[in-house]
C-alpha cells in the first residue's frame, strides 16, 4: 500500500525508471513458476506481456509487465528494474 500511495503521491516528480522499480514490487515475476524453455524465450527477447492499469495512479502511462520474467515496458521502453 505504501507503494500505490507514493506513486500518487509524487507522479509527476518520478521519473521511468523509478515508476519501474515501484511496478516490481507490485507485481512480482512469475520466473520460478516458468520453466526453461519460457525462461530462453525471455533471454532472446519474446517476452509475454500483460497490462497492468495503473491510469487511477499514473494517468496517460501504458504500463506492461513480463509475465516470466522482471522486465517491465513503460511507454515503449524497457526497463529491468
Known amino acids: 500500500m505504501f507503494v500505490l500511495q507514493c506513486m500518487k503521491n509524487d507522479e509527476s516528480q518520478i521519473s521511468d ?43 496517460g502511462r501504458e504500463i506492461l509487465f513480463c509475465f516470466w520474467c522482471s522486465k517491465i515496458k513503460i511507454d515503449g521502453t524497457l526497463y529491468d528494474p
Not at 511496478?23 to 524453455?37: D, G, I
Open 17 to 59: 525508471s523509478e515508476l519501474a522499480s515501484h511496478v516490481k514490487r507490485l507485481w512480482p515475476n512469475r520466473e520460478h513458476e516458468a520453466n526453461s524453455v519460457l525462461g530462453l524465450f525471455c533471454r532472446v527477447g519474446l517476452h509475454r506481456w500483460r497490462n497492468l492499469d495503473l491510469t487511477a495512479l499514473v494517468p
